[in-house]
């Protein structure tokens, strides 16, 4: 199976973005979030994060919860 973002980049998939409010955010991955700056951009743009907020979020997605192990 291709990834989503390979098949849009061979436009074999129209490009598409959840909300439009992240077509900034994704515009350059063709509308599929690929890096971790994305992922700040997103929290910040819809869930209204702080750059402190969305780097937690950031970093417990990589590394989990403390204590989780």
């Known amino acids: ?5 390979m ?3 061979q436009k074999k998939e129209p490009v ?3 909300h439009p409010s992240l ?6 991955t063709l509308g599929v979030p690929l890096f971790q700056e ?5 929290a910040m ?3 209204n994060f702080t750059g402190a ?3 937690e979020l950031r970093a417990q997605s990589v590394c989990g919860a403390p204590g989780s192990e």
């Open 16 to 18: 598409t973005y959840p």
């Open 1 to 5: 199976m291709m990834h989503p973002y």
């Open 38 to 42: 994305q992922l700040l951009r997103i």
């Open 23 to 28: 077509e900034p955010v994704l515009r350059r």
């Open 45 to 47: 743009t819809v869930a």
């Open 53 to 55: 907020e969305a780097e």
């Open 7 to 9: 098949r849009r980049r």
